[in-house]
């Protein structure tokens, strides 16, 4: 009996060393210690033996069942410490993994272009200025030496909700207000970006509504050198060091002398090619210096008072510095296009 119970013993230690999971330890403890297990069969069988035996064998029984009851308790701790191991590793967050990436928009490019440019005059201390879209005959264009039937207003084909309420053709109304609201009494240095309006018909260079930036110095003795200055760190600033300017003559009702500004072609560097036509230069914007009846209408002693005005389209100036063939990709919106302008 004593080498069965020490063979049952090897049997079941042997049994829950090799068990991987609870399940198969609690079938161990089940078959080996259960009631119907071959210990309780061996205890039950014990009153067949001798005064003598019964409790060396009694002692030996408990000693092999307590023995397989620790064993199968110390796995039970082991497996559970396992199991619990592999749940941590499989919980485990990697911090170090890249995201999920989030699908983020970005600015539409005209923005970019118009937010860049009032970034340049505003470090050379032009301030922004905004005006109202729908604008009076008076501001769009009488404060700015164009009254009714001045045959320059056809310049500027123009959407008329009323006889004197129209869209703004151009921005300079923003300046005969900001000067009408100063009324001459300290100098003014600004810019105004915003939408604009003209009766055209849409096509690859033409847009009935589009941007404009325009600008606007004010002060004593603000000469023609200065206008040029400024063109030029801007024309500099926007395509590069290398480019040179040139102004030539043109007109405007509301500067006097009135001038047109032309960069040189930055894809043949003044040789000649098909994007400047052949001529070396782009032109890019308008200005002159403010004519005397607009500095005097808005308060301005002209006799005391000078300044320079400027005025460009940033459709135009994205278009060239990006190469876009088309004004109409800024308003249809085709992601594909817009997408390829953000900066990541
Ligand atoms: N307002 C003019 C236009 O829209 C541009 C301009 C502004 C020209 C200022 C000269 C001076 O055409």
Not at 13 to 20: D, F, M, T, Y
Not at 220 to 244: C, H, I, P, T, Y
Request: charged share 30%.
């Amino acid at each position: 009996m004593k080498e069965q119970l020490q063979a049952l013993e090897k049997e079941a230690l042997q049994k829950v060393e090799e068990a991987i999971s609870l399940k198969e330890l609690q079938d161990v403890r089940v078959a080996y210690l259960g009631k119907k297990g071959p210990i309780t069969e061996v205890l039950r069988g014990m009153g067949k033996l001798s005064k003598e035996e019964r409790p060396v064998i009694g002692e030996l029984a408990n000693k092999v069942r307590g023995q397989i009851a620790d064993a199968i308790d110390s796995k039970k701790a082991d497996i559970e410490a396992e199991e619990l191991e592999k749940q941590l590793a499989e919980e485990t967050i990697d911090v170090t993994l890249p995201g999920r990436p989030v699908p983020t928009g970005g600015p539409h490019l005209l923005t970019s272009i118009v937010e860049e440019i009032e970034d340049l005059f505003i470090g050379m201390g032009f301030e922004v200025r905004e005006g109202p879209e729908v604008e009076t005959d008076y501001y769009n264009f009488e404060a700015l030496n164009l009254p009714k039937g001045h045959p320059a207003r056809d310049m500027q084909d123009s959407f008329y909700i009323t006889e004197d309420i129209l869209l703004r053709t151009h921005t300079s109304p923003v300046q005969a207000r900001t000067m009408n609201m100063i009324q001459g009494e300290r100098p003014v240095k600004m810019i105004c970006p915003g939408k604009v309006y003209r009766r055209d018909t849409d096509d690859a260079t033409h847009s009935h509504q589009f941007t404009q930036i325009e600008g606007l110095y004010v002060d004593k003795n603000v000469r023609m050198s200065d206008l040029k200055g400024v063109l030029d760190r801007f024309a500099k600033q926007m395509f590069g060091e290398e480019r040179q300017i040139r102004l030539r003559p043109s007109f405007f009702p509301f500067t006097e002398p009135s001038v047109e500004m032309d960069i040189s072609c930055k894809m043949c560097n003044g040789e000649g090619c098909s994007v400047c036509k052949k001529t070396g230069w782009i032109e890019i914007l308008g200005a002159g210096l403010v004519h005397a009846r607009v500095l005097e209408m808005a308060g301005y002693d002209p006799k005391v008072y000078s300044g320079f005005a400027f005025g460009m389209g940033p459709e135009r100036i994205a278009m060239l510095k990006y190469g876009v063939d088309d004004i109409r990709h800024f308003y249809t919106n085709d992601i594909r296009f817009l997408k390829q302008y953000h900066q990541a």
